[in-house]
């Protein structure tokens, strides 16, 4: 468990020259790259995949009426860590430091993340356990509740979550954690950053228990009030750091989104020499955005592990080459997305599901080192700092080939490419 008191103090607003409301007002723009920083429309050509499109229409805008309003950077000569400053005179809240740190544990602690196996169709909620220190990333679709809460009550021995990160309002991201009896064992949870915009009443059921939690102590704040007013770093322990993007598609608390997916949360998570990317379900706007304001951002030397995108999607841009072999270059792919019902009986995959050929392609064009939770059941990711280690606890689900079901075990630390999944029903 950890505690701290660096709470965002509202009431600057009211004394300084410019109201909060207005200020937030003056800085909403539309979701548009930073100049110069477009992909070209051939990257964006080679991305696109028509065969998605009807099977992934559940996951698109619930507010397709709606217009987006969107927080852009205004200049590119401010950088990130000193925008709050440039937008306020003074950092507004700080969030941890070198010396400072949130988390208490020892430098011989490392890092645990998991990727939980869904059971729902589509489906995303990852686990990061970093000693007593625990961030949990999205909870998957309601189905998926029961088995969120039993990595929590597994990892989070305290009973205290220390950050929670909900990407964007899609029902698969979120319905897992809008059941109370998700967190029947979870007293409080330290942090919340979540996408910050009301949205439809879809999302009520979630509110309702950051509501709660924030009634009880918990820090809250929607992903533009982290942006605009701090560096967007926690500073977590010596070794570890996480850094909240501004993709400048991110939408004010107030407003609402015409594609929840391209206001995704992205941020990087740096544990000594290995950094995790997370991403939600972002798209080609999202990844411009990232590549436009954080050109440096991760280092040659480095081990990537990146989760990919959209369960593994290519519509919208989503996992793009250009994004992937230009600037993320990953080691290490893990995707999240449940086996869909109508393919675990006798009859095979009869229906063309997440993920998709097009994103493991554009994957294979970098590494060979992917995963997918659908096979290998829920993924462990261990770094020890330097290296990153893969292991499957496996899966909970079947599938078949020829009417013969395929062995689960079998599959429990492959990557996809040796799967029977890929062999028999993505290779074209």
Known sequence: MVTHDNRFDISIFRRGKMPFFLLLFTLVTACTPTTG????????????????????????????????????????????????TAITGSSVFTLGSAGNYLSSETNSTELNVYSIEMHDQYGDATLFDYGNYEILVDGGAQADGPYVKAVLDTYVTDHVLDMLVVTHAHSDHYGGLASTSTWSNITNITNIVDYGYT????TSGYRSIRSSYVSKGSEYHPITELIMHSDGIYHISERMSLQFLNTNCYV???????????????????FDNTVFYMNGDSTVDTDTGVRSNYPGLISADQVVVSKGAHHGSASNGSNGRTFLQVFLKPDYVFISGAIDLVNQTASGVVEVQHPYYAAIHNFSLHTDQV????????????????????????????????????NRASEKNITIFQSQWYLNYLVP
């Not at 309003?69 to 590119?76: E, I, L, N, Q, R």
């Not at 949205?199 to 879809?202: L, R």
């Not at 004010?252 to 740096?270: Q, V």
């Open 37 to 84: 920083s477009s992909l070209s429309s051939s990257s964006l050509s080679e991305t696109s995949s028509s065969s998605e499109t009807s099977s992934s229409s559940s996951e698109s805008s619930s507010n397709s009426s709606s217009s987006s309003s969107a927080y852009s950077v205004p200049s590119s000569s401010i950088s990130m860590t000193s925008y709050s």
């Open 199 to 202: 949205g439809a009443n879809y």
């Open 252 to 270: 004010a608390p107030g407003g609402t989104a015409s594609d929840p997916n391209t206001t995704s949360i992205c941020f990087l998570l740096t």
């Open 371 to 406: 995963y997918w939770n659908g096979i290998n059941g829920t993924l462990t990711m261990h770094s020890d700092g330097a290296a990153i280690t893969m292991t499957g606890a496996t899966r909970t689900l079947d599938y078949y080939v020829q009417g013969v079901v395929v």
